[in-house]
């Protein structure tokens, strides 16, 4: 079987060794290391042996050395980057959920550049505890309570899953068995946990006879699981926390409530339908509440759980506890969040709140002004329009806050094609679909950030 020729473009490749000789790529090694330069070169000579037109290999040779430079640029910048949320989606996932205040960007950079006192007593001089941070100002919001930060609600509830129910049943209701997000199910959590599932009642009916009927020797808890991210609507019964509260102080057992999104305040002052706050969900009486620090907190990344003192403890003395803690970085931006609730500037100084907050009309008048910044751009036909804003992250799932959008109509190209120009933008613009038209929504970015997309939309 005969090989096929080489082309002459193939052969006027240089080698490895030559290509770093090259001026160029010796003052790549100088700054970025040689293994480096060496790895992005062989990639990219392997790229153009692939090549099988003469015109490819050519373009490619005549632009070897930038083009390994870029290489090397891709594989030392983060691939973690700030990006602009268009979306209208409060608390977005996918974009990082909460962004923090000024004051918890500051205590992050103030704590990071050094020490701390993470686990120091500075009165005795002797090891502290970490826990006692968060501890001395949730214990503002919730008074005889006691509370463990980890690193996420979903960690909490295996912890407190495993402290209680090990081995035993965790009883729950059909209808609160819910997928959360990036596919995680609650009985898979709970499965992990070391406990074992105990079903009742139906999708969309689970009386508190149900509960009773199937508590024996080898229950370890009951679960209630709130709608946050949820509904069952229609002909639907469920049974009141406060009566599963009574069920389980008559049994022995504790009852545990994922909270969900952890809101400290009312969601009808920023006119929303009713949601319990955590303190309401304590005031039911269960023994532990579990919720985000992300969510509408409005703070980092953590799973609070609060409750009653021994339970807590019991959670503390875990040795789960310590694989799921949280670090300094954490503390320091909870501390500061919840001070700002403190001192009653929660909606002022904490972005989620601040955007909850927003009247669609200033909305609205900050679309306007921008469109008329912007006038004609290209083939785009751009308009303001009323539209919704969405809390998002699993919280307050049917609810829709009245705002107005930036709405985009490309004449030369898909909206497909618009919404991948503007995540290609440096920072990228995230934007979201809605009848062949894009829409930007200027209740989820900041008036800093409006130049930036300004700037995006000129470049299309």
């Not at 990036?182 to 406990?195: K, N, T």
């Not at 009927?213 to 808890?221: F, K, L, R, Y």
């Not at 953590?302 to 409750?307: D, E, N, P, S, T």
């Not at 912007?374 to 799932?397: H, K, Y």
Request: charged share 25%; with cysteine; proline share 6%.
């Amino acid at each position: 079987m005969s090989k096929t020729p080489e082309s002459a473009s193939l052969r006027r490749l240089p080698s490895v060794e030559k290509l770093l000789s090259r001026p160029e790529l010796e003052a790549l090694s100088r700054e970025f290391g040689r293994a480096l330069v060496l790895e992005a070169t062989r990639a990219q000579l392997g790229e153009l042996r692939r090549e099988t037109s003469e015109e490819s290999i050519e373009s490619g040779l005549s632009r070897i050395e930038a083009a390994i430079r870029a290489r090397i640029e891709t594989a030392v910048s983060p691939s973690l980057r700030r990006v602009v949320n268009a979306t209208g989606i409060l608390v977005h996932t996918n974009l990082g959920r909460a962004p923090l205040s000024e004051a918890a960007i500051a205590a992050l950079a103030e704590i990071a550049r050094g020490y701390s006192n993470l686990e120091l007593d500075l009165e005795t001089g002797k090891r502290g505890s970490r826990h006692r941070h968060a501890e001395r100002l949730f214990a503002v919001f919730f008074p005889e309570k006691k509370t463990l930060v980890v690193n996420n609600a979903a960690a909490a509830l295996m912890l407190a899953l495993n402290t209680f129910a090990l081995g035993k049943e965790v009883v729950i209701s059909r209808g609160e068995l819910v997928e959360i997000g990036g596919s995680f199910r609650v009985p898979d959590i709970l499965e992990r946990s070391g406990a074992r599932l105990r079903e009742v009642g139906t999708t969309n009916k689970t009386r508190l006879s149900d509960y009773a009927s199937v508590i024996g020797p080898e229950t370890g808890a009951i679960l209630r699981v709130h709608p946050s991210n949820f509904r069952v609507v229609g002909f639907t019964e469920s049974t009141p926390t406060a009566d599963l509260v009574r069920l389980g102080k008559e049994r022995g057992l504790p009852v545990i409530e994922d909270f969900g999104s952890g809101n400290l305040l009312s969601l009808s002052a920023f006119g929303l339908p009713e949601e319990p706050t955590a303190s309401e969900s304590l005031a039911s009486g269960v023994d532990l509440s579990i919720f985000s620090g992300d969510k509408l907190l409005g703070g980092p990344q953590a799973g609070i759980l609060v409750g009653e003192p021994s339970r807590v403890e019991a959670c503390k003395k875990n040795p789960m506890a310590r694989a799921l803690r949280v670090d300094k970085l954490i503390y320091a931006a909870l501390e500061a969040t919840l001070s700002a609730y403190m001192r009653g500037r929660g909606v002022e100084e904490i972005p989620i709140l601040r955007m909850l907050a927003l009247p669609a009309e200033a909305i609205r008048a900050r679309a306007l002004a921008l469109v008329e910044r912007l006038g004609r751009v290209g083939s785009l036909e751009i308009d303001v329009q009323p539209g919704a804003s969405f809390v998002g992250g699993g919280a307050a799932p049917d609810a829709e806050i009245p705002t107005w959008v930036i709405a985009l109509q490309p004449k030369d190209r898909s909206p497909d094609d618009l919404l991948e120009a503007l995540r290609r933008n440096d920072p990228p613009v995230l934007a979201r679909i809605s009848e062949d038209r894009v829409l930007l929504d200027l209740r989820t970015i900041h008036p800093d950030e409006e130049l930036i997309l300004e700037k995006a939309l000129r470049t299309l």
